[in-house]
């Protein structure tokens, strides 16, 4: 099978991450896979061709790139993009798009296409069931109504583990941590949406507990850094920074020295990376459910399963401190929350699924039947209930903020979706609900 892998570039961002995954895992599962930047290259480029995968990017032009992307003559197009309408994805849509080849969108955002380019798209592949269910709610009415799936981001086992022994002691003496001292953690992107001040507020409320709760921010944005400032000084001199690193096992190091990872982000998560790579090092989650946004956490985390989860950003300090009295918790977390992400995420589980999604596309227009064959053949989620998100939003530490609810429902519309798109910053100021 030739699986063709879109992006816009191949820089450092988690969706090119995930597009490099997806086109490593193709190939390494014996098909051949080539990589589109469709706007330019980057940093990740040259370890791609070094896993033998062609890459073509804009650097000289986005038609030379189609040129040599039509040439590959690809039967899967997998493109990775947030969902909206983009006048240069539809060019790079209609250049590619061939009756003997299937579009697979990998919607980050779950935002509705309205455009012709939407049209274009056979699948639209979402990472969870929050996220299809976010979807769904805002499409119009068509006449040939969207197929979307479940088939989450792919993990690579071998890129984070648990650190040994020895590591995590040198890390915590590096950093003056006593052995039995309780550590929060928190790494993000140093971007305002990735952080939230909940993350702060929730370990103070710890720290009047504990004298010697210990948190650690890797990659604070500099609100986060302004509001450290004003914690008062017993509490703001067991708060220490760390600079963002890209290397995996000084993560993986650093994830393991933890107790817990304390979780909160403006925008909420439509998957969460950085929640799979803690709960990868054996690390509970303390998250926060922000139902108004991205919520894709509350699943990838599972209260209970793979950490607690807080109803709302209020409730976050209850659920840390729920996790920090119990000890018997934490172990029972810990030993188990490694391999539930390997047996949900694994790459080349979850590539196989994708590429065996496109073999059943290709073998059929028809999209009622596309659907039953996915839903079927390969046990993948194609539809959610109405009220899936009052169901998943039960049993979490805390009471769902009512304001938040009545705005994942109400933003959640074919028209409010419309404008949100038309005037984006109306989008941002009607997400910022407390």
């Known amino acids: 099978m030739r699986i063709l892998t879109v992006v816009r570039n191949l820089k450092r961002g988690g969706v090119q991450r995930m597009a490099q995954n997806f086109s490593i895992a193709y190939r390494d599962l014996g098909h051949d896979s080539m990589v589109l930047g469709y706007l330019a290259g980057?940093?990740?480029?040259?370890?791609?061709?070094q896993?033998?995968?062609?890459?073509?990017?804009a650097e000289a032009g986005l038609e030379p790139a189609l040129e040599k992307a039509r040439a590959f003559d690809p039967q899967i197009i997998h493109i990775h993009r947030d969902g909206l309408t983009?006048?240069?994805?539809?060019?790079?849509?209609?250049a590619l798009k061939r009756p003997n080849n299937r579009v697979i969108e990998k919607n980050v955002f779950s935002r509705v296409d309205f455009s012709e380019g939407g049209d274009l798209i056979d699948i639209h592949q979402h990472m969870t069931c929050w996220c299809l269910w976010r979807w769904r709610r805002c499409l119009a009415r068509r006449q040939r109504e969207p197929l979307g799936i479940v088939l989450p981001n792919v993990v690579d086992p071998d890129a984070f583990g648990r650190a040994s022994d020895g590591q995590i002691a040198d890390f915590r003496r590096e950093l003056r941590i006593e052995p039995g001292a309780f550590v929060c953690l928190r790494i993000g992107q140093p971007s305002p949406s990735k952080w939230d001040p909940a993350n702060i507020s929730a370990f103070v409320q710890l720290a009047r507990l504990d004298p010697e709760a210990r948190l650690l921010l890797v990659g604070p944005s500099s609100l986060i850094q302004k509001q450290v400032q004003a914690v008062e000084p017993g509490i703001r001199k067991r708060i220490t920074e760390l600079p963002m690193t890209t290397d995996d096992q000084r993560l993986s190091t650093i994830y393991s020295a933890a107790d817990c990872f304390l979780h909160a982000a403006d925008i909420g998560?439509?998957?969460g990376n950085v929640l799979v790579e803690a709960m990868m090092c054996g690390l509970p989650v303390v998250t926060c459910a922000t139902p108004h946004r991205s919520n894709s956490q509350v699943e990838v985390v599972e209260h209970r399963r793979g950490g607690l989860v807080a109803a709302s950003r209020s409730n976050l300090g209850d659920a840390l401190?729920?996790?920090?009295?119990?000890?018997?918790?934490?172990?029972?977390?810990s030993a188990q929350c490694r391999e539930r992400i390997v047996e949900r995420y694994e790459r080349l589980k979850v590539a196989a699924i994708a590429v065996e999604v496109g073999k059943l596309a290709l073998a059929t227009e028809n999209r009622d039947e596309l659907r039953?064959?996915?839903?079927?053949?390969l046990g993948l989620t194609t539809r959610v209930d109405a009220d899936f998100a009052r169901q998943k939003m039960r049993e979490l530490v805390g009471t769902p903020s009512r304001k938040e609810m009545l705005m994942a429902y109400t933003r959640n519309t074919p028209i409010a979706e419309r404008m949100l798109q038309a005037v984006p910053r109306l989008s941002h100021w009607l997400g910022r609900v407390s």
Not at 51 to 57: A, H, L, P, S, W
Not at 86 to 94: D, I, S
Not at 321 to 333: G, H, N, V
């Open 372 to 377: 039953r064959g996915i839903e079927s053949k």
């Open 51 to 57: 896993r033998g995968i062609g890459v073509c990017t």
């Open 321 to 333: 401190i729920e996790l920090w009295r119990s000890a018997d918790l934490r172990r029972a977390i």
């Open 42 to 49: 980057g940093e990740r480029q040259s370890f791609i061709e």
């Open 269 to 271: 998560e439509s998957f």
């Open 86 to 94: 983009k006048p240069v994805e539809t060019r790079v849509l209609k």
